[in-house]
Nanobody, 126 residues
Framework: QVQLVESGGGLVQSGGSLRLTCAAS????????MGWFRQAPWKEREFVAA????????YYADSVKGRFTISRDNGKNAVYLQMNSLKPEEAAVYYC???????????????????WGKGTLVNVSS
């Protein structure tokens, strides 16, 4: 079973940056497409970013394009989310997902189509 552990969350000022890390325990990490989702209190889970198994193809929610960057290092079994120019409304628990669903389909996949980490909390002060 794939295990995912997110880290890198914390408190940042509006306009600041954070880099989230998702460390995976998987025998074939490179075979999984990876994604990041977030969920704020009383809100539904929201797609943020995804990448193909190779990391060469990336996909982003319109709201984060140009500010967030997803990347992966298959040698380290890790995926990253660089978040720049953070906004207060983007405070949420950020979750990492590993899935056999192709990267371009991650945004609309169901919850049971992926393995999930427990999340890392991002707070953005205004």
């Amino acid at each position: 079973q794939v295990q995912l552990v997110e880290s890198g969350g914390g408190l940042v000022q509006s306009g600041g940056s954070l880099r989230l890390t998702c460390a995976a325990s998987a025998q074939s990490f490179s075979s999984y497409a990876m994604g990041w989702f977030r969920q704020a209190p009383w809100k539904e889970r929201e797609f943020v970013a995804a990448c193909s198994w190779s990391g060469e193809s990336t996909y982003y929610a319109d709201s984060v394009k140009g500010r967030f960057t997803i990347s992966r290092d298959n040698g380290k079994n890790a995926v990253y989310l660089q978040m720049n120019s953070l906004k207060p409304e983007e405070a949420a628990v950020y979750y990492c997902a590993a899935t056999g669903v192709p990267g371009y389909r991650i945004a609309t996949m169901s919850h049971d189509q992926a393995y999930w980490g427990k999340g890392t909390l991002v707070n953005v002060s205004s």
